[in-house]
């Protein structure tokens, strides 16, 4: 029997799917940048399924490209030629709340939305949170680390992920949904499948931390004149109420503009953005308006304590990623650097753009508490040269090449940056300990 044939005997025929028109959706990125033809796109609905594709795929010497709410932008998740695309969809169990333990059980196919949603209507939350939250599933954020609009707040996913049920490339299932806090059994094994980007097992659930609730938000956006302003500020806002820190510029602020059809947030337009976001379970607007007042470098500030007052101020950050990419394909880089350099590297990174693609135009925007930049090149082709030249600036300053959005394709050949070779070969092995027949997403963060 061929793989198909055997794969379809496993999950029915309705769920391998062959037809070039249904295999589309799976076999390019959100962007457009990443894309490759898979051999079929396999959908188990529960772990024994997901076993039974990898026992088929593991013996007939084919790879296998785990893939979420396909939201990633590193080219981690979709094919890069002949490799069956496990699609975790339908892994959407999602357990009752256990309020004594503060966790939740999730299947890796739930939507962080609504993984959200069900911690709210139990009286928690889930601590992280990113603008892709419809779509993207806890599985590919584990997978990559994600991190998003709280980590100030909350840290990402490696915080919250308290155990994980996954399968192995040869069909066995290793791993605990038990939820253990304390637990010092020697390895971490949980731990080594958070941003392991689906290199070594397909995870299919996870037990995680939920944090408390909060009751009352307060959103602000700042104007300020310099980046060195904005990281200025971030030491006067930090403690227990802040909980998120975005910065924006101008010319992104006129992209989202442009193409959400809005205007503001002020009169005049400003050269840097910071939206800061304190919440807790009494109303902090007067805290937040305190704190701001108390910045030397404001030059205008919008506030608002509403619901549709705070998501018309997060439009303008959180439509940047749309209004990129509806401008074109972008070079996207996601990198950090330590937030106390963000200025001097905000400076240095659009030098090394400028210089190594003179015509394009570079939008930055991120998550400056730590350091986060989104460093996205548009107009410009050769991603190659450009990729280069931001992150040997990102090494430069002891930087991270990827801070949220993994390794994928599309940094692997940077890994050398960051990593020693001792480090690489540790990596190696790693792979080789989990995976040693190299079926499980190759060529994804480890270089081929
Ligand atoms: C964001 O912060 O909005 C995401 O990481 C997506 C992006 O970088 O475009
Ligand atoms: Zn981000």
């Known amino acids: 029997m061929d793989l198909v044939a055997r794969l379809r005997a496993e999950l029915g025929t309705g769920h391998v799917l062959t037809d070039p028109d249904l295999r589309a959706g799976y076999e390019t990125d959100w962007t457009g940048r990443f894309t490759g033809r898979a051999l079929a796109v396999a959908r188990p609905g529960d772990r024994d399924e997901v076993a039974a594709v990898l026992r088929a795929c ?121 939820g253990l806090e304390k637990d010092s059994t020697g390895y971490d094994l949980t731990g080594a499948l958070v941003g392991s980007e689906g290199t070594l097992a397909v995870v299919t659930a996870v037990r995680l931390r939920l944090v408390p609730a909060v009751a009352h938000r307060a959103t602000a956006v700042l104007g300020l004149a310099s980046t060195a302003d904005a990281v200025a500020a971030i030491g006067v806002l930090r403690g227990p109420l802040l909980s998120a820190v975005e910065v924006f510029y101008d010319d992104g602020v006129r992209l989202v503009r442009a193409h959400r059809g809005l205007t503001g947030p002020f009169r005049a337009d400003c050269p840097v953005y910071l939206l800061v976001e304190f919440a807790g379970d009494h109303d902090p607007t007067e805290d937040l308006a305190a704190a701001v007042s108390g910045l030397p470098a404001v030059v205008d500030t919008a506030l608002a304590t509403d619901e549709a007052g705070r998501r018309g101020l997060w439009a303008y950050r959180e439509g940047h990623t749309e209004a990129i990419s509806a401008h074109g394909v972008p070079v996207k880089l996601d990198v950090a650097v330590s937030p106390a350099r963000a200025a001097e590297f905000e400076t240095a990174v659009r030098a090394a753009v400028s210089a190594a693609a003179p015509s394009a135009r570079l939008v930055l925007f991120g998550h400056l508490a730590e350091g986060n930049f989104h460093v996205n090149v548009l107009d410009e082709a050769d991603g190659h040269a450009v990729s280069d030249a931001v992150l040997t600036t990102v090494a430069r300053f002891g930087g991270s090449i990827s801070a949220e959005h993994g390794v994928g394709v599309a940094k692997a050949p940077w890994l050398h940056l960051t990593r020693t070779p001792a480090e690489r070969d540790l990596y190696a092995a790693i792979k080789a300990a989990w995976d040693p027949a190299g079926v499980l997403n190759p060529g994804v963060l480890i270089p081929r």
């Open 58 to 178: 593991a013996e007939a010497g084919v790879a296998v490209v785990p893939q979420g709410g396909n939201t990633g932008l590193v080219g981690g998740g979709v094919p890069r030629g002949g490799e069956v695309v496990l699609s975790t969809t339908r892994l959407t169990g999602l357990g009752e709340v256990d309020r004594v333990s503060g966790q939740v059980t999730a299947g890796a196919g739930v939507p962080l939305a609504r993984l959200g949603a069900h911690a709210r209507a139990a009286g928690l939350d889930f601590g992280v949170d990113i603008a892709a939250r419809d779509s993207a599933t806890v599985g590919g954020m584990v997978a990559t680390n994600a991190g998003g609009l709280r980590v100030v707040r909350w840290g990402p996913m490696r915080d919250q992920v308290v155990g994980a049920e996954a399968v192995l490339a040869d069909g066995r299932v290793v791993g605990s949904l038990v």
